[in-house]
């Protein structure tokens, strides 16, 4: 399949909005889109590059009432001498072929969407912040678009992906991260064994944004959640994985089903052996991690994602008691990891792992 590329016209392009702290996340998109659309009938046809623009759906699109969506999060990195790159890129469309398997979606053909991304992000290269720790957000995104009302899976699909400059996600000065507090929820859950927890799919962000708010009215920056059936294990934060550092030993929740494979979680799984240090996939309690953070046991608590790439955290709450980690501040291991991270993303230092993707 060839790609159509209709180019904005020079006298129409954007603003680009400058690349400082006002810049902020997910607020500003670049000139172009990709698109492509599925039938049954046809499989996947069509695909283009065009100015970013509306869409043109029927109200009736199921996706609108239904929820059958997909969505994924990925960046791409300039640095000072103008090169691209993308960060384990194949990972992310292969999660968006697990997340259509689980929505009854149809699957993409990996190598093709990734060049298709390459492609787009190579014609709005501009719309990339050469600033480290800034980056170009990019979001592939599929709808059911069948104009049809009624609970079954649609045979028409539409796959875009829009992209758009970002600053680093939580405000951070010079290369040093701030850590975030976090809370606690026994009331809500985000997902359980056998839902779609595992999937980047939009109920669950809809199914999160009234614990999200009570945190936020609470004075949190983001919800930990525990399992959905006994109320006890640690799952993930927000929309991060997380990790705790106990007695110099790293761990975070095995992916039991009802929580989001992360690809910074998985990133950290691999590089914190290289750097020294032991991980273990383990459940944990949310009264071991209180009694660890009390005692000292855990030095350390932070959060992994594309969008912070690594958050740590300051504060945990929960139910009337608020515990701090350490001395509140970032620690050592969250911020070498951080550096580390950034490094190999922003082609500064030798990338083991071959995960850097440069583009032309
Ligand atoms: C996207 C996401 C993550 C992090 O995944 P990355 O691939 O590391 O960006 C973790 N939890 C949830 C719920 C998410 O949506």
Request: hydrophobic share 40%; no cysteine; proline share 10%.
């Given at each position: 399949m060839d790609i159509t590329i209709k180019e904005r016209r020079p006298e129409d392009k954007k603003m680009i909005p400058a690349f400082?702290?006002?810049?902020?996340?997910?607020r500003h998109f670049s000139d172009h889109m990709f698109l492509m659309d599925y039938s049954s009938?046809?499989?996947?046809?069509?695909?283009r590059i065009e100015p970013y623009q509306y869409l043109n759906l029927?109200?009736?699109?199921m996706c609108l009432h239904y929820g059958q969506e997909i969505f994924e999060g990925m960046k791409a990195y300039r640095n000072e001498e103008g090169e691209i790159f993308l960060f384990r890129p194949e990972e992310n469309i292969k999660r968006m072929n697990r997340s259509a398997s689980r929505l009854v979606m149809p699957e993409l053909d990996v190598d093709f969407t990734v060049n298709a991304i390459k492609k787009l992000v190579e014609l709005d290269?501009?719309?990339?912040?050469?600033?480290?720790?800034?980056a170009l957000y990019i979001r592939p995104t599929m709808i059911a678009v069948d104009p049809f009302l009624g609970v079954k899976p649609s045979d028409t699909y539409l796959f875009y992906v829009i992209t758009g400059p970002v600053a680093s996600y939580y405000p951070e000065q010079e290369g040093k991260l701030k850590a975030v507090k976090i809370y606690v929820t026994?009331?809500?859950?985000?997902?359980?064994?056998?839902?779609?927890?595992?999937a980047k799919s939009a109920g669950n962000y809809a199914a999160s944004l009234r614990a999200q708010l009570e945190a936020r009215d609470a004075g949190y920056a983001q919800v930990l959640w525990l399992d959905g059936v006994e109320h006890r294990y640690i799952e993930e934060v927000g929309t991060m994985n997380i990790f705790f550092v106990k007695d110099g030993v790293l761990y975070t929740s095995p992916?039991?089903?009802?929580?989001?494979?992360g690809i910074t979680r998985d990133s950290v799984i691999k590089l914190a052996p290289h750097l020294g240090y032991e991980v273990r996939e383990e459940r944990l309690t949310i009264d071991e991690v209180l009694s660890g953070i009390e005692s000292g046991e855990i030095s350390e608590v932070f959060g992994t994602g594309t969008a912070a790439i690594i958050s740590p955290v300051s504060h945990v709450a929960y139910r009337d008691r608020d515990f701090e980690v350490g001395s509140g501040d970032v620690g050592p291991i969250a911020q070498r990891l951080y550096e580390t991270l950034l490094g190999i993303q922003y082609g500064e230092i030798e990338d083991p792992f071959g995960w850097r993707v440069k583009l032309a």
């Open positions: 400082d702290a006002k810049l902020g996340f997910g009938a046809k499989g996947w046809y069509n695909p029927s109200p009736a699109a290269k501009a719309w990339i912040p050469p600033v480290k720790g800034y026994d009331k809500y859950v985000r997902a359980v064994v056998g839902g779609t927890g595992e992916l039991t089903g009802s929580i989001l494979p």
